[in-house]
């Protein structure tokens, strides 16, 4: 039980998240839709793909979350690294 203080905020209920989702589904589907018929100048040979630009995306964002992981296992600090000696 909440406490009454408590103030309820958007996504407290599961079907505002939900919603939410479904509309960001959405609007994922209807930007690959209008991929059949948006003419883009294209500069690459991989370029006119189905979906090209969303896949493109989608790797560079594994990409940089595989670097940020190897980043912080070679830069990370002590825990100590501030304490004085």
């Given at each position: 039980m909440t406490p009454p203080?408590?103030?309820?905020h958007l996504f407290d209920n599961p079907s505002n998240t939900k919603r939410v989702l479904y509309a960001l589904y959405a609007i994922c589907a209807a930007?690959?839709?209008?991929?059949?018929?948006?003419?883009?100048?294209?500069?690459?040979?991989?370029e006119p793909l189905w979906g090209f630009y969303g896949l493109y995306g989608f790797t560079a964002c594994i990409v940089l979350v595989l670097v940020a992981k190897f980043m912080r296992k070679h830069l990370m600090r002590r825990d100590d690294y501030y304490d004085a000696d």
């Open positions: 203080d408590r103030q309820k930007l690959l839709a209008v991929d059949f018929f948006y003419h883009r100048h294209i500069s690459h040979p991989w």
